[in-house]
């Protein structure tokens, strides 16, 4: 076991899965979040041969993070905290989420900056994008992003700054863009103004109702426990990493195949494109559907390949669900 790892936003649902992948393969993990972890994670998280432990906190309290790093002696950061903020939220709060997105998480790895230092991964989101994340072809690292929300820019900002910032011979800061996620540990934690369309598209099965899409919700949509198993490959690496990274599934597929997987649990459930826009039940939070990320550069450096067969990971996921059914959408 080497030197723990700091996950910071490791309480909600991205932080779950990379710990837990994390604990899986035998490390030590220093979880903080602004709220305690969920007891049903901690129980299964037990379980595994990692070693854990858990502090509460803001993410913007720099001197208390580099008080953790220095207590369990820390060489590898995962920050992942982060608001993922609608329109209402950014008219209201957007100091705090461009201090919590990116102002914090640059001030922790400058605080941390140095030879004790191997890996500060940052998550970031293919939200960075933006408009550019619309074309004909899968979208690469190289592609200029153009941002257009405030998650968004934040996000581009911290990218930005800690390109700028990074160790280059040692490769000691790596931002990793995440695809589309859904999957295990989904809950509301009051910072994401959005739950993912899978768990969204669950709801209206769990509740019977037949689900109307606005289209057919085409996207590389990844695995949660597929963006930790991606992010333990990143902490391990020995050798020095490129600054940015796309994290997907490497394949597209539709929420109408979704709905056909959901379908073997829930055999009276179905879901249909609606005829008209407003008729539609579930958002999907953008105009149209992506690009898919092209993984290329993942594969290649650390050897990453996510799940690629959505009734595997739907059933994989319902399995986890008759296991933990407080994650049950209501």
């Known amino acids: 076991m080497d030197s723990p790892i700091l996950v910071v936003g490791g309480s909600g649902f991205v932080g ?18 602004l709220a305690a972890p969920p007891a049903a994670a901690l129980a299964d998280f037990a379980k595994l041969p990692g070693r854990l432990a858990c502090a509460t906190g803001d993410a913007a309290d ?19 905290a982060a608001i993922t903020a609608g329109p ?7 100091a705090r989420i461009l201090s919590v997105n990116a102002v914090a998480a640059v001030a922790l790895y400058q605080a941390l900056a140095g030879p004790d230092l191997a890996r500060f991964v940052y998550l970031s989101s293919v939200a960075v994008y933006g408009a550019a994340g ?7 690292e190289s592609v200029e992003p153009l941002p257009d929300s ?25 931002c990793l863009r995440l695809g589309p996620a859904f999957g295990p540990w989904e809950y509301s934690t009051g910072l994401r103004d959005t739950l993912s369309p899978p768990f969204e598209l669950l709801r209206h099965a769990c509740q019977g109702r037949t689900c109307l899409l606005p289209r057919a919700g ?51 459930f179905a879901a249909n494109v609606a005829q008209a826009p407003h008729e539609a039940t579930l958002d999907l939070y953008a105009p149209r559907d992506r690009a898919m990320l092209d993984v290329t550069r993942l594969a290649a450096d650390v050897g990453f390949h996510a799940s690629r067969n ?4 739907v059933a994989a996921w319902l399995a986890w669900l ?3 059914p407080d994650f049950a959408p209501g």
């Open 16 to 33: 779950l899965n990379i710990v837990e992948a994390l604990l899986a393969k035998g490390e030590a993990v220093v979880l903080q979040g």
């Open 62 to 80: 720099t001197q208390s993070l580099v008080a953790l790093v220095r207590e369990h002696k820390v060489r590898r950061v995962v920050y992942g």
């Open 88 to 94: 209402q939220r950014e008219r209201q709060s957007a």
């Open 134 to 140: 619309y074309g004909d072809v899968p979208t690469a």
């Open 150 to 174: 405030l998650y968004a820019i934040s996000k581009s900002t911290a990218e930005r700054s800690l390109a700028r910032l990074r160790d280059a011979a040692r490769g000691d800061a790596v």
């Open 218 to 268: 085409i996207r590389d949509w990844i695995y949660a426990p597929d963006i930790g198993a991606a992010v333990a490959r990143v902490t391990a690496a020995p050798q020095p990493l490129a600054p940015v990274y796309n994290v997907g599934a490497g394949h597209t597929a539709s929420l109408l195949e979704f709905a056909v997987a959901l379908q073997q649990r829930y055999p009276h």
């Open 310 to 313: 959505v009734p595997a990971t």
């Open 322 to 324: 008759d296991r933990h």
